[in-house]
């Protein structure tokens, strides 16, 4: 099959989809519509005001998302059940498709990573594929966005030691970008301009990314079978988690989410979204609809899109390209931040890109679906001021109507059922009503769980999964205002123009340090304490019904430091608590990575102390890392782009010779970063600073230097 071929094997008519849409928004807007009209009688009951207008319109609001949530749990649930026709892999025919001859480029864009982690995950990637036999239709490509100079080397050093030990050489690429404009879909654009001709599809990965080959197969499979498919999203599996928080994240995403994504697909079907890794995409159409323009006006909100992934997708839609989710593939990994801070650090960046999609909306040809897909990422973000303005507006209402010492004139509800009901009975069936729209999806993917005896089984049976959901919704609970506030906090910076910084996690041996949690949390604990003070003095009954709220800001710090926990998390395990299919029977890949990530371990615990600016030491030192380096620049500068680039920089110049006399005189510290960056860059200062460095005599050098050798030296012997 040629890619100009079109079949309708898995694209659903569009009146089906409208009315899958329809059906499925309905629902949810028919439960808003209902609990809205029981709140609005509550307050109708208790005496209107402007101030309980607003309370209406945020609880509307809210109370939507959330229904869209339960919806996609409740859905999700019956397909599980019932089984469903319309997914991309309903045709088995797919798996006896040839890939013979179809050329497929794995891709693993990276910027100040752990090279040790990333190579070790492409390392388990490849061997996967290696059993496969498929292996010679996939070549793998290591995009570096790195601006650290040890990065820099270390990766070039662990790629050759890793092409070397694998056999791998014309099979496993690597290449730095030395402007790393655009940032990842910048540098999967440079990629794509240099090598996207040579291949037909291209998979996209995370730095933390592994994938086992079977999967890879059947995507390439599925493409080929599919010719109107343009992108490909599997559902990655967390794994790898040590700490407490991390196998709580790890817990969830792996019970709920095939519930979840279930109710997704149906109905978004070939309308899809696109989650920026562990996806396979049509090269072609990729490199012709998916340059993604620079949004009007300044940052946070104008610039280069940050959160590039829905849009790409949408870009592919509007030109008629379908995108699938592929959520019953199992063999997609990824891992997840291990502390709340990390993760919180990660939201950070997810919000600002979220938030620019408020400009895309209004792009000329998107289609409905992708506007939506866009609508519900906003919100995610949107929703944490739009809750704290909820609460706030209470709070205001009762303190307003305490405080006037106006009394409530009691009104009877218009609904006939509720006339003799106090208010606050009624308050509490709509809480019990909000609490089992929250709850539902957890129940549904435990039931989910307990029909079939394999997964049971894989979660360390029935007992301790449930057991796992009520220890992860006690944390939930505890963490969502938290949060909350950083949401918020994230939001209006980015409305207000202002880049919000994070300094480096200073985390111990087990998990995040006492004093740096205190430093991000201190605001946190300030407002529980103030919040939680002045509701009890409104009304010590009001106070209890935000211990919630207010007790996870209160033991923020205590409860970010403890859930970082290795030791925690250890215990968790060996207690059989949020257990995964991945722990209790893993896969060859994964057992692969963490032996070796082990070993690496080891062997850097019975290494002496790294020093700073210790990969510019060994580009300069060793011999072979030196070759590595240059070997690489000297064909790049082949490249007319990054000829020009160089040029700019003013590689090869008389200039660049004499930073590299200074660092030999005064040592790097002296030499401001982007002055480092120029010597690494220039190949001809590169081989001299070799040689000089051997041939010069000791107090002609830096102190560092000197130092410097000697542990080489020391390693050496």
Request: aromatic share 12%; charged share 20%; glycine share 8%.
């Amino acid at each position: 099959m040629t890619d100009n071929q079109t079949v309708t094997v898995g694209s659903p008519p569009r009146l089906r989809r409208g009315w899958r849409l329809f059906l499925f928004y309905s629902s949810a807007l028919v439960l808003t519509g209902f609990v809205s009209l029981l709140f609005a009688d509550l307050l109708w009951r208790t005496g209107w005001s402007s101030s309980r207008t607003l309370l209406l319109l945020l609880f509307m609001v809210l109370f939507c998302l959330t229904a869209i949530g339960c919806m996609h749990g409740v859905y999700g649930f019956f397909i599980r059940i019932f089984g469903t026709e319309r997914r991309l892999t309903a045709l088995k025919a797919y798996k006896a498709q040839s890939i013979a001859g179809v050329s497929t480029a794995i891709i693993f864009p990276i910027y100040n990573e752990d090279s040790v982690r990333v190579l070790e995950g492409l390392r388990a990637t490849y061997e996967s594929l290696e059993r496969t036999g498929q292996l010679d239709q996939f070549d793998f490509f290591i995009l570096s966005d790195s601006t650290d100079p040890d990065r820099w080397v270390e990766e070039e050093a662990r790629w050759c030691e890793l092409v070397r030990d694998l056999d791998a050489l014309g099979k496993i690429y690597y290449r730095r970008r030395l402007f790393n404009e655009a940032r990842k879909s910048g540098n999967v654009r440079d990629f794509l301009n240099t090598w996207g001709k040579r291949y037909r599809y291209f998979v996209c990965c995370d730095a933390d990314s592994v994938m086992r080959g079977e999967i890879l197969v059947d995507l390439v499979k599925l493409m080929e079978v599919h010719p109107q498919v343009g992108l490909i999203q599997t559902v990655p599996a967390l794994v790898n988690a040590e700490s407490l928080f991390g196998r709580m994240q790890q817990f969830a995403n792996r019970l709920y989410a095939p519930v979840f994504i279930a109710g997704l697909n149906y109905w978004a079907l070939d309308f899809g979204n696109y989650w920026g890794h562990n996806a396979i995409i049509r090269t072609d159409p990729f490199m012709q609809f998916c340059d993604l323009p620079q949004l009007p006006g300044r940052k946070p909100f104008g610039g280069q899109i940050l959160s590039h992934d829905f849009v790409e997708a949408a870009l592919m839609l509007r030109e008629n390209w379908t995108v699938w989710l592929a959520y019953d593939l199992e063999g997609s990994y990824e891992e997840a931040p291990q502390a709340l801070i990390e993760n919180a650090q990660r939201e950070r960046r997810w919000c600002q890109g979220n938030l620019q999609h408020s400009l895309v909306l209004f792009a000329k040809g998107l289609r409905g679906v992708s506007r939506l897909h866009l609508i519900l990422g906003i919100f995610g973000y949107a929703a944490s001021p739009l809750w704290l303005a909820f609460m706030l507006t209470f709070n205001w209402i009762y303190c307003y109507q305490k405080y006037t010492g106006l009394s409530n004139i009691p009104v009877e509800s218009f609904n006939p059922y509720l006339k003799n009901w106090s208010g606050t009975e009624h308050a509490l069936l709509i809480f019990v009503i909000c609490m089992v729209v929250i709850m539902l999806p957890k129940l549904l993917s435990l039931i989910d769980l307990a029909r079939d005896w394999s997964r049971r089984k894989a979660f360390g049976g029935l007992i301790n999964a449930t057991a796992g959901v009520v220890g992860e919704t006690i944390f939930s609970t505890l963490h969502a205002p938290l949060l909350m506030l950083w949401h918020t906090r994230f939001v209006l910076t980015n409305i207000a123009g202002i880049s919000v910084g994070w300094t480096t996690q200073r985390r111990t041996a087990d998990g995040t340090d006492w004093i740096y949690a205190l430093q991000r949390h201190w605001g946190h604990t300030l407002i529980g304490v103030i919040w939680g003070w002045c509701t009890w003095k409104l009304d010590p009954g009001l106070f209890w019904w935000f211990t919630p709220v207010v007790g996870g800001m209160v033991f923020s710090v205590p409860l970010s430091v403890l859930t970082s926990r290795r030791s925690l998390g250890s215990r968790a395990k060996s207690a059989g608590l949020f257990l995964t299919p991945e722990e209790t029977s893993p896969p060859m890949e994964l057992v692969s990575l963490r032996s070796r990530m082990r070993i690496h371990e080891l062997t850097e615990e019975e290494a002496p102390r790294c020093r700073i600016h210790a990969g510019l030491a060994a580009a300069v030192l060793d011999p072979y890392v030196n070759a590595i380096h240059v070997t690489l620049l000297r064909e790049k500068q082949l490249n007319p782009v990054y000829a020009e680039h160089l040029t700019k920089m003013g590689a090869g110049t008389e200039a660049v010779r004499e930073l590299g006399q200074k660092l030999l005189a005064a040592g790097p510290e002296k030499l401001t970063a982007s002055e480092r960056m120029a010597v690494m860059a220039d190949q001809r200062v590169m081989v001299w600073l070799h040689q000089q460095i051997w041939l010069r005599p000791e107090e002609k050098l830096a102190p560092w230097w000197r130092a410097m050798i000697r542990d080489f030296s020391w390693r050496e012997n």
